[in-house]
């Protein structure tokens, strides 16, 4: 069994930056997939950006230019780095993991972090 173990969360400002970690445990991960999902109140949960056992990487839309999603597997960790953060982005951050999927878009990871509160508010 897999635990995925989600922190780096916070209050910032708009423009500022922040760096999500999600450290996994259980099994060697370097082979699956990994990425990061959030929901904020009143929305389905969104894809935001996933990698790849090999690196490939994809991003949501509204979040690419500005989130940059890398992994350590040394470590078994995913990190996804934010800048110019805006209140858009203001949501519950879950790490996820998977075998890979056809189109990220599309994609169904079998575990899940607890999830981490990014706010981003003036």
């Known amino acids: 069994q897999v635990q995925l173990v989600d922190s780096g969360g916070g209050l910032v400002q708009p423009g500022e930056s922040l760096r999500l970690s999600c450290a996994a445990s259980?099994?060697?991960?370097?082979?699956?997939?990994m990425g990061w999902f959030r929901q904020a109140p009143g929305k389905e949960r969104e894809f935001v950006a996933g990698?790849?056992?090999?690196?490939?990487?994809d991003y949501a839309d509204s979040v690419k230019g500005r989130f940059t999603i890398s992994r350590d597997n040394a470590k078994n960790t995913v990190y996804l780095q934010m800048h110019s953060l805006k209140p858009e982005d203001t949501a519950v951050y879950y790490c996820?993991?998977?075998?890979?999927?056809?189109?990220?878009?599309?994609?169904?990871?079998?575990?899940w972090g607890q999830g981490t509160q990014v706010t981003v508010s003036s």
């Open positions: 996820a993991l998977g075998w890979r999927p056809l189109v990220f878009q599309a994609w169904r990871p079998d575990y």
């Open positions: 259980g099994r060697s991960v370097g082979s699956y997939t």
């Open positions: 990698i790849t056992g090999g690196g490939i990487t």
